[in-house]
């Protein structure tokens, strides 16, 4: 997990992806769409993408990718940041973890 926490310290949101992937897609563009400026790490695009997927599945990730860190912590995949969304909570993440710093919806 020291692997994890070296990509995701000091960062507001992280979002582990595979270029290839469409809920990878999808997942960025919800959390670009609130003016967030995520850290994106490519994982099928860099030499130790490999040991990032391991990390991230030992950490339960099914699938590995995407991964969404707000805050230096672990949400989740597709399914939870989307249902987040839906919850009007995943706003109010991104407030708490300085991502963003005024939202009105």
Known sequence: MDLLARFTADK??????????????????????????PTVIEIDKIPNGHQIERALIQLGCHPSVPAVFIGQQFIGGADKVIGLNIQNKLSQLLLNAKAIFIWGR
């Open 12 to 37: 507001p949101v992280v979002i582990f992806s595979k270029s290839t992937c469409c809920m990878s897609h999808t997942v960025k563009a919800l959390i670009f769409s609130f003016g967030t400026n």
